[in-house]
């Protein structure tokens, strides 16, 4: 299906290819962070479901994760075909995926009960369709090159496309919202703010879903697995599942992405309300860019959002750089910990200073790129040190993990910010309460501060350095050339 060169010695990739890589997560991100940054706030403010009510959307949804994550990579693992394992997973399901993110924003016009079912049912799939695609394609990175060195790279080209997808979401969504909402003569019309959120939110949707499936179909036609298992024996199930409990390094990681999860979550979902509510003017229209179909109104809220984009994608960087100098393990624990205390510096900043508060947040995105980067890079490493140990690879089961450890976060998250909203009366109404915002802005500082230092934290337990991985790596080739 492609005429890649393969070149098994060295694992060196294109730029090509990993650009083509890199697109894959540029699609998920354009529907996983509006649905990481908007879901929350259109639940709540347009659709006018209650927090508790979300609360009770996020628990069920995430009770199906937990099964349907592990089942999801272990098909992919014992799945054989002439594309590979995982890859006609991203091809396959790239268009169910897309349509996904247009039925969540959509809003029937149902009773209450109704409405709250119809956004439960699409919320699951959504989350399905992401397992279906997320998980092949994140198993894709273990196999893509044997290279630890490489792997960092392909890392860094996957977050800096994501955090592009991140970036065109910050900073278009509003917007975009605005414009296709602009119907004064729709029932559902919001002159209070312009336009109606109603029709703008699906339409808005369906242009990054459209753009999504694009960009999966890129990635499969451009990619290529390299790395085969040494032994193609098919194993049990539950014999993965001994070997991943058994594995030190995997449990580490995997309580890190929970408590890193966490702390994007609460972060990411309380940050309109943050805005919208704490900070002073940041309604404010700053300036406007004409894009010949539609004029692009950045306010306060627009650059403040679409700039820590921006830091984000800068952050992915030096990541290679940083982590050769420093070793994986060290930095990534930096990275964290400062990430942490930064965001919790905010909560110090009096609301009227957007200008102290945008610069710290700038500099809170630069580091929080970086600790994903290296996190996934370091569970490619997990799987080969699993196949060292056992003789069994299983990159799909301990991608399925890690990707669930993720969720597992945002459930988290999404529970700790809806049961806060939830115990103090949050709505429409109450948000300018002097009690309510104070909590709006520790929802935004230092709660989600202190799951990026605790996330840091655990790693100090992580065991693989990359002199052992360089053994490990030795080892498995020589195995699979029958030298050992």
């Not at 959307?57 to 590979?84: C, E, Q, S, Y």
Request: proline content about 5%.
């Amino acid at each position: 299906m492609n005429n890649l060169p393969d070149n098994n010695e060295t694992g060196k990739l294109s730029v090509f290819e990993k650009l083509g890589f890199g697109a894959g997560d540029l699609a998920s991100n354009l529907l996983f962070q509006t649905f990481n940054m908007f879901l929350l706030f259109f639940y709540t403010d347009v659709v006018g479901l209650s927090a508790k009510s979300i609360f009770y959307i996020f628990l069920v949804a995430k009770l199906w994760d937990m099964i349907n994550d592990p089942i999801m990579g272990a098909i992919a693992d014992r799945t054989h075909t002439r594309w590979g394992r995982y890859r006609p997973y991203i091809l396959g399901l790239a268009l169910p995926y897309g349509l996904s993110a247009y039925l969540l924003f959509i809003i029937p016009d149902l009773p209450n009960l109704a409405k709250i079912f119809y956004c439960g049912a699409t919320y699951i799939f959504a989350t399905m369709m992401y397992t279906g695609v997320n998980i092949p394609y994140s198993a894709l990175m273990g196999v893509i090159t044997p290279n630890i060195e490489e792997r960092t790279s392909v890392s860094q080209y996957r977050f800096f496309m994501a955090f592009i997808g991140g970036w065109l979401i910050s900073t278009f969504t509003l917007p975009l919202v605005k414009v296709f909402g602009n119907k004064p003569d729709s029932p559902t019309f919001n002159p209070e703010i312009g336009y109606d959120p109603v029709a703008g939110y699906p339409t808005t949707m369906m242009v990054f879903g459209i753009l999504s499936v694009l960009l999966l179909g890129a990635t499969f036609f451009s990619t290529k697995e390299r790395v085969k298992p040494v032994s193609t024996a098919k194993t049990p199930f539950k014999d993965d599942v001994k070997d991943l409990i058994k594995n030190w390094p995997w449990l580490v990681l995997f309580v890190s992405a929970v408590l890193f999860l966490t702390n994007i979550a609460i972060r990411n979902g309380s940050m309109l309300y943050f805005l919208k509510y704490c900070v002073v003017g940041s309604d404010k229209l700053l300036f406007t860019v004409n894009f010949g179909f539609f004029d692009l109104e950045v306010t306060r809220t627009v650059l403040f959002m679409s700039a820590g984009s921006i830091f984000t994608i800068l952050g992915v960087l030096p990541v290679k750089l940083l982590t050769d100098r420093f070793g994986k393990r060290s930095y990534f624990i930096f990275s964290l910990v400062i990430q942490g205390l930064l965001a919790g510096l905010i909560f110090f900043i009096p609301r009227d200073m957007y200008v102290a508060i945008l610069v710290v947040n700038l500099v809170v995105s630069f580091f929080g790129a970086q600790a994903p980067t290296i996190m996934f890079a370091m569970y490619a490493d997990v799987a080969d040190y699993s196949e060292w140990k056992t003789s069994r690879r299983a990159t799909g089961l301990i991608i399925a993990t890690i990707l669930f450890a993720f969720k597992g976060g945002l459930w988290l998250g999404g529970q700790i910010l809806t049961g806060i909203l939830a115990w103090i009366g949050y709505s429409k109404m109450t948000a300018a309460q002097p009690d309510i915002q104070i909590w709006l802005v520790l929802l935004f500082t230092w709660i989600p501060g202190v799951f990026a230092i605790l996330s840091g934290a655990i790693v100090f337990k992580y065991p693989i350095t990359d002199k052992i991985m360089y053994t490990v790596q030795s080892e498995l080739q020589k195995r699979k050339l029958g030298v050992v």
